[in-house]
């Protein structure tokens, strides 16, 4: 793989660890095949000789994550806003994800979802398909074409869903073994990820087959756990041997035992599915737009981070309304403050720092070492022109990237690079 080496310029920020940023003005940020060989305040004599993008007063951060985005939820994104999760499923999402058995329709939103992602901060993403193992091809492909870094699913449903999304058992997992051996080889950035949509549409025998291909591939996984409290009481109406939601997934292999996995939300989550989420090393894609637009809830994330679990953001599109990261950041901090001050004031808000880790760092330890700028990690960076958010007062490196979490959109965005290649 033709990778560039290559020194960036500019005023480079990124989290030296959870809590803290780490700011180095007028910067240089060094690329070598793909990879990140450091950020110094001087440029050392041993890489003088590399090709200098010179991007001098810009912010330069690591590349963003979105772990937990739906594809062909991005065309009805903002509608449905006033009804909870189920209800939501059943009116907007579920109708909507019927129409990508049309692979005309399927491109054109498909197309729309892949250009608005890589025109945004972000670098990596996990993405839900649909039910649908060609659209589902499609859209790993123009994904590809962006050159951006994900992981991508075909959704597996076999009970409580459409006629037109559900799947008989065999041939979910037929369809998904096909799907596989469709795409190995195939892309040199998109690589497959198994999807059960979430328990209550996937029956023990689909979750089974599932927990043996995981076995099998050491593939990871992705879904949904504890988001909402109707869906809470369906699980243990459905699985009434599970000792919770998370158990069920684990029974079967899908919750980190057989290779990474990735849940989305975690708002009620006990402190025994907790613990087994600590002890499998389970992501948490925490989604504070979504888990409010549906009313689901606030995650206890301040437990999360000081209990040592992974936790990443997710833009969860169309729950949430927008694809941008730094959105979700924004987001995170402040729905930990309702939080805190609303239900519980034991676990404090999280503070900008903390979120910007979540959606670089955070989120970005699920693809490897990825969200930093630290020798060894892969190069994804993201170059921001703050400048129409100028104060009439000096900022920091730290500070400015603090606004930018607030202030800043994609027309702010003058450079992406992901694994050292300029991709925008």
């Known amino acids: 793989m033709n990778t560039a080496s290559f020194v960036l310029h500019g005023d480079l920020c990124d989290s030296r660890d959870p809590q803290h940023l780490r700011g180095i003005p007028g910067g240089f940020l060094v690329c070598v095949d793909g990879r990140c060989a450091g950020a110094f305040p001087v440029l050392p004599d041993r890489y003088a000789g590399l090709p200098l993008i010179d991007c001098a007063g810009k912010l330069v951060i690591p590349g963003l994550t979105d772990l937990h985005v739906h594809a062909p939820q991005y065309a009805f994104r903002g509608l449905g806003m006033d009804l909870e999760l189920l209800d939501w499923l059943n009116v907007r999402t579920f109708p909507e994800e019927s129409r990508y058995a049309d692979l005309t329709y399927a491109r054109q939103t498909y197309q729309s979802f892949?250009?608005?992602?890589?025109?945004?901060a972000t670098t990596r993403c996990c993405v839900f398909a649909t039910v649908h193992r060609e659209a589902a091809e499609l859209l790993m492909d123009l994904l590809e074409d962006t050159g951006l870094v994900a992981l991508v699913g075909k959704v597996n449903m076999d009970r409580d869903c459409p006629d037109a999304l559900r799947?008989?058992?065999?041939?979910?997992?037929?369809?998904?073994?096909?799907?596989?051996a469709d795409v190995s080889g195939r892309y040199e950035r998109?690589?497959?990820?198994?999807?059960?949509?979430?328990?209550?549409?996937?029956?023990?025998?689909?979750?089974?087959?599932?927990?043996?291909?995981?076995?099998?591939?050491?593939?990871?996984?992705?879904?949904h756990l504890s988001e909402n409290r109707g869906e809470v009481e369906l699980v243990a109406g459905l699985c009434p041997q599970a000792r919770f939601y998370g158990d069920v997934y684990d029974r079967y292999g899908l919750f980190g035992s057989n290779g990474r996995a990735v849940m989305a939300h975690c708002v009620l989550s006990s402190e025994e599915e907790t613990a087994l989420m600590k002890e499998r090393g389970t992501f948490v894609a925490h989604c504070p737009q979504s888990n409010a637009n549906l009313s689901s809830g606030i995650a206890p994330v301040r437990r999360y981070l000081d209990e040592g679990l992974n936790v990443?953001?997710?833009?969860?599109?169309?729950?949430?309304?927008?694809?941008?990261?730094?959105?979700?950041?924004?987001?995170a901090v402040q729905v930990s403050k309702l939080r805190w001050r609303l239900q519980d004031q034991s676990l404090k808000p999280l503070t900008a720092a903390e979120a910007f880790y979540l959606g670089t760092a955070g989120g970005g330890a699920f693809f490897g070492p990825v969200g930093r700028f630290e020798p060894g990690y892969e190069m994804d960076a993201v170059v921001l022109d703050d400048a129409r958010l100028s104060a009439p007062f000096p900022l920091t490196v730290e500070e400015r990237v603090e606004r930018a979490i607030y202030l800043s959109d994609d027309r702010d965005i003058v450079k992406k690079f992901v694994?050292?290649?300029c991709v925008l």
Do not use: H, K, N, Y
């Not at 892949?114 to 945004?120: F, H, I, K, P």
């Not at 694809?323 to 987001?331: E, P, Q, W």
């Open 312 to 331: 990443g953001l997710g833009s969860d599109i169309a729950g949430g309304s927008s694809l941008s990261i730094l959105r979700a950041m924004a987001d």
């Open 190 to 223: 998109i690589s497959p990820i198994l999807t059960p949509r979430f328990v209550p549409s996937c029956t023990d025998a689909l979750l089974d087959g599932l927990g043996e291909l995981a076995a099998e591939t050491g593939l990871p996984v992705q879904s």
């Open 419 to 421: 694994r050292g290649r």
């Open 167 to 180: 799947e008989d058992t065999g041939a979910s997992l037929a369809e998904t073994r096909r799907w596989l």
């Open 114 to 120: 892949a250009d608005d992602l890589r025109r945004s």
